[in-house]
């Protein structure tokens, strides 16, 4: 299993995973590019604030997805059995 060294909002993370570079790539350009969303205003919100914050927007997508994806799997099922 590959190892990974990588920067997100100035923290610098290791960690193992079956996951290729690009794949990890695209996930640090995501969490970067939501940090910035997060942090401009102009005022200062702490890293842990910052971390928290894309922890419950990312949470959320993911809940989102997964009920997008069980509406679109019990549609497929309604589909198959009318045949």
Known sequence: MP???ISVNGLEISFKTDADE????VA???????????????RYISREKLLTLLALGM???YLEARRK??????????????Q
């Open 69 to 82: 994806y069980a509406g679109l799997e019990a549609r497929m099922q309604e589909l198959l059995e009318r």
């Open 22 to 25: 690009q794949r990890i790539q």
């Open 3 to 5: 190892s990974y060294t």
């Open 28 to 42: 640090q350009t995501l969490l970067e590019e939501r940090f910035a969303e997060l942090s401009k205003g102009g």
């Open 59 to 61: 949470a959320d997508d």
